[in-house]
């Protein structure tokens, strides 16, 4: 009689210990849902803010740096437009007890193709902001339409061919759905000699072009700066922009893939996975990179920012010219006289030295 009650009390203990464990999982995935729903909509609504103003030109960037904006642009819309939703979906639809399926490896394929395009056009901002600034006599012939078209192909089409055997299931890798992630990934262990040379192909390339590539030009514009100190007291007081622009976009590029790849580089090695709550920090951290792009890229610009508020006037008397008039907002020859004149007179400066997202690094530091 006793054991039978035992019995009872044990099996009535593991049901509520499981039905305990059950709600932890299902509270914490709706935390986890509400804030990949939030960084979504904010990468998007910064990018479409990006695209309303570099669709046409602005002052200062040239037409190879608004391609090249526009790549970047594209890359970080992926991550709110395609990868979110097509995680959430299968997080949605997919039974956890499940193995592997198609959909799976499809999703595991778009979000590596996706990072390792954002980390390729980064890497392209940064070399051409350096041809820009240390080749402005050759710039025109070093950078051509044709060259810049053919580098941003690059950073499109050459992620997919390295990562094609991630879509087939019976590929050289296989893929799982990680329940602390809510993401389709690569199991890395699988295959230890391919994910390796997934980061020596995409991570450490980009990464190395962009360190030598921003610490040269960091180091030129502070030359330039302390020569101008030294020669003009009037330039005393001017802002360190190199700084304020280049190491922000550095800190925030080894801030959001460092600890990606090295999660990774630690489940191919030892074929163990990191804290629930830690793998879904790192495996989404590199999309917030998206949104603080539209920052360091685009916002910290003066003369984007000049573009933004014409376009929102324009919106605005488009859309309800009441409301607009109200608000203040004009649209008189006059003010975009003024505007084209302010403009102009930026855009020599700018030209001569970064046109990407450095603004005036060497001319105004």
Partial sequence: MFTTLNISKS????????DTQRLLELTNRSVKVSI???????ITLGNIAVLLVITS????????????????TAADSAFGLLVMPLNLWVSL?????EGPDALCHVVAFCNATVYSTCMYTLATISLERYIAVFYPL?????????????????????PPCLLSPIPFPDGIIEVHFSTASLVCNP???TNVGYSLSLTCFIFFPCSTIMTYANLRVWCAAKRQRLKLRKYS?????RHNVASRVLVPVMAAYYTCWTPCIAAMIYNALSGSHVPEWIEFVVVWLPTSNGFLNCIFYFWINRSFRRKFHLVLQRLALALCPKLAKTLGCCNNTKTQFVSGILDNNNSVHERSSSVSSTCTLLSLA
């Fill in 11 to 18: 099996d009535d203990f593991n049901l509520s210990s499981a």
């Fill in 36 to 42: 990949i729903i939030v960084l979504g909509v904010m």
């Fill in 57 to 72: 030109s602005v002052a200062g960037w040239s037409r190879n740096s608004r391609y090249f904006l526009l790549s970047l």
């Fill in 93 to 97: 639809v997919k039974d956890y007890s």
């Fill in 138 to 158: 050759q710039y025109s012939s070093l950078m051509t339409r044709k060259r810049t078209l053919l580098l941003i192909a690059f950073a499109w089409c050459f």
């Fill in 187 to 189: 199991s890395y262990s």
């Fill in 233 to 237: 007291g009037a330039r005393r007081s």
